[in-house]
């Protein structure tokens, strides 16, 4: 542009033309102001974002630590909140993954409320992500976990149902595995490979339940088994072998032992035999009973002249009443009875008014038995007079705790006479129950609590049953304390007396809420309540227990003015905190009276549970029947556990899913005093140094 002249008409004022001048024209110098003028302002442009970068810099270093903070902040904030969403999650924790997600979006957003700054967010959001990412993959872990424990327990529990229904009747077998194949079918998380394995183990279990229980109840039936082909593929040559070896065995075996017992049931009685019958003749003239354990002999001497005995012994004693049952008689002299009028039948049972003799016996004795398993105790307080009047006297003299001990004892040989089972036997009867409970109440109730728990002895277990139907959770607390607990006692039984909690909650001051009184009192009795909750009965025992220390803690705010935190945790401890200490086998709790010491006794239980039980012998699910007792040993060591026995005596052992584990039936039972004997004989055998 610079070689050409640039020429322009320019008007003057007279309207003349001037020639133009040579140079920059007017619009080439105001566009070189104009450059210069935009030149200027970016540079002041640049300078201005220069100073904002550098004080968002200096702004950026002194927001970073708090950030990094507030990450930390949050992070600790959901690791505290992971166990509790863990107990929120469905079963199986299906949500809990997503849970964890939400609660990390929710407390990030939240926390960033406060500040809008984008690269304060970016950088909590971005550390954020990073523990989601984390936590949440530990949540799908605990997940798989939960969701394959869920599934082993229903498998377990499964075959160990159907296992029962095989042994019960061996035609249950088919539909047995086919529910088991379709449960398995549609389990979601088992690979093919995996569900075949475990429908072959089925099979084969729930085989050898079935063959089990013919082999030990029905020999030709497990003959007919065995030879049906039903079982080709399910039991191996060996097995099917060992069966019918086992069959052979077992029916030789009783035969050998049927003629060995003929023999010598021969040779005693008829050795005894006469005198017997002597001795049994001889009891019903001076006392007018029979000697059921002679006549049992005698009729077993004497089989084909034993009607002609058992008429002319009958003719001996006089009891009165040849034709009905008595109450008072008791189940051997109603048996005797039957037998009596039964065989007097078998010679005649054409004769009607034997036959309606005999089932007006049976239906009596129904009538009887089912009486006494309604309420034994009461029944024979009303057919044994000397009872009646035994405990009529005991109200009088409620006292005298030699004649309540001797009235007892006569109500249980009384029940137990009368074929009562000992475990279902009660002696002590509703009246006096609600006796003791109105003295257990009265005025001097912390006093009379000893003094009764003494004199009923072992007994007192009737009277706590008694309280827990009838009587409100404090006084049921209040029967359990032992007897140093006096003071405790008699103040859980003066708040009873007093309106109870009710009274206690108008009386709270209003700066604290009920809530927050019970919160505390939930949190002194955590580690506690950890040690109910899988003990059978447990979750009503802890209530009642958790519900006295709420009322004594409402007490203490009011009398002592307490703050709820100091009221709740000397409340827990007086009650029962103090009382026990919490110990942990396998991830599960229980409790141990401190009066047993529990310095090594949970390295001991582990010891005594690795070395001291013989797995060759414990009753394992069906399902897992056959497998080495190694086998058996290593899921009890690694993943059972032991519950408080419900008498405070010890512990039981449990399976991972929860079931007693047995030997011939018996559920494994550790007591405290054998235990801590177990731990000293430990130490003695550790070489000293």
């Known amino acids: 542009m610079a070689e050409f002249q640039t020429w322009e008409r320019q008007v003057l004022p007279q309207g003349s033309i001037a020639a133009p001048q ?55 904030q959901i690791t505290e909140q992971l166990p509790e969403l863990k107990a929120q999650a469905a079963p199986g924790l299906a949500d809990y993954p997503d849970k964890i997600n939400e609660a990390i979006t929710r407390a990030t957003e939240e926390a960033l409320k406060e500040n809008s700054d984008p690269r304060f967010q970016r950088y909590v959001r971005g550390y954020m992500d990073e523990f989601r990412v984390s936590s949440a993959t530990t949540g799908i872990q605990e997940r798989t976990v939960a969701t394959l424990e869920r599934d082993a327990a229903a498998l377990q529990s499964l075959m160990d149902g159907q296992s029962k229904l095989v042994a019960k009747d061996f035609a249950n077998y088919d539909a047995a595995a086919a529910l088991f194949d379709e449960t398995l079918t ?22 050898k339940a079935g063959l089990d229980a013919l082999v030990d109840r029905d020999l030709e039936a497990a003959d007919k088994v065995l030879g049906s ?29 049927a003629r060995l017992v003929q023999q010598q049931q021969q040779e005693k009685l008829q050795a005894d035999g006469k005198v017997a019958m002597d001795a049994a003749f001889k009891t019903a003239r001076e006392t007018g ?92 307080r009303k057919w044994v007079p000397e009872l009646q009047r035994g405990w009529d006297e005991v109200a009088k003299h409620p006292d005298d705790v030699d004649l309540l001990r001797k009235t007892m004892e006569l109500s249980r040989r ?61 006084v049921n607390v209040a029967l ?38 019970l919160s505390r009192v939930q949190g002194s009795l955590d580690d506690l309540a950890l040690s109910f909750a899988e003990q059978p009965g447990g979750a009503q025992v802890f209530e009642r227990i958790r519900t006295s220390v709420y009322a004594l ?37 229980y409790r141990v009276p401190r009066r047993y010491g529990t310095e090594v006794i949970a390295e001991t239980l582990q010891r005594y549970t690795a070395d001291a039980i013989d797995y060759s012998k414990v009753d394992m699910p069906s399902y897992l029947q056959g497998l080495p007792p190694e086998i058996t040993k290593l899921a009890l060591v690694q993943n059972g556990f032991w ?47």
């Open 553 to 589: 803690t409402l007490n203490y705010i009011e009398t002592q003015h307490m703050e709820p935190a100091e009221a709740a945790e000397r409340a827990a401890r007086e009650v029962a905190t103090d009382r026990y200490s919490v110990q942990e086998f396998n991830g599960h709790y």
């Open 643 to 689: 519950t408080t026995r419900g008498d405070e005596q010890g512990l039981y052992l449990r399976t991972p899913a929860g079931a007693p584990v047995t030997i011939e039936g018996r559920a494994i039972s550790l007591l405290w005093q054998d235990l801590l004997q177990l731990q000293r004989l430990q130490q003695q055998s550790q070489p000293s140094h």
């Open 229 to 257: 082909g039903k079982l080709d593929g399910v039991l191996t040559a060996d097995d099917e072998q060992f069966y019918r070896d086992a069959i052979e065995s077992k029916r030789v075996r009783r035969e050998s032992e």
């Open 289 to 380: 009973e029979y000697d059921l354990a002679k006549l049992a002999v005698i009729k077993t001497a004497y089989p084909d002249n034993f009607p002609e005995i058992h008429d002319a012994l009958a003719r001996e004693r006089t009891i009165g009443h040849d034709n009905f049952v008595i109450p008072a008689q008791t189940e051997a002299q109603d048996q005797e009875l039957e037998d009596k009028i039964k065989s007097q039948w078998a010679a005649n049972p054409h004769n009607a008014a034997l036959t309606e003799e005999l089932e007006n016996i049976k239906e009596q004795r129904r009538l009887k038995q089912a009486a006494l398993k309604s309420n034994p105790e009461a029944y024979v």
């Open 480 to 517: 359990m304390l032992e007897p140093d607990q006096q003071r405790v006692c008699g103040q859980l039984l003066e708040i009873n007396s007093n309106g109870g909690i009710a009274a206690l909650e108008a009386a709270l001051p209003k700066k604290y809420s009920t809530q927050s009184v």
């Open 186 to 207: 549609v389990n979601r998380h088992l690979g093919a490979d995996r569900k075949a394995e475990f429908s072959r183990i089925a099979k084969h279990a729930l085989a």
């Open 22 to 76: 040579a140079g920059p024209s007017l619009a080439e110098s105001f566009g070189a102001g104009l450059s210069e003028l935009a030149d200027a302002a970016a540079g002041a442009v640049r300078a201005v974002r220069k100073a904002d970068e550098l004080r968002a810099e200096k702004q950026w270093e002194i927001d970073q630590p708090k950030a990094a903070a507030l990450v930390n902040q949050l992070q600790l």
């Open 414 to 474: 009384a029940q137990l006479a009368r074929g009562v089972d000992a475990k279902n036997v009660r002696v002590l009867p509703e009246l006096m129950g609600d006796f003791y409970l109105k003295v257990a109440t009265g005025p001097d109730g912390a006093a009379a609590i000893p003094q009764i728990k003494e004199a009923l002895g072992e007994d007192r277990r009737e009277l706590l049953e008694q309280a827990s139907k009838k009587a409100s959770p404090l």
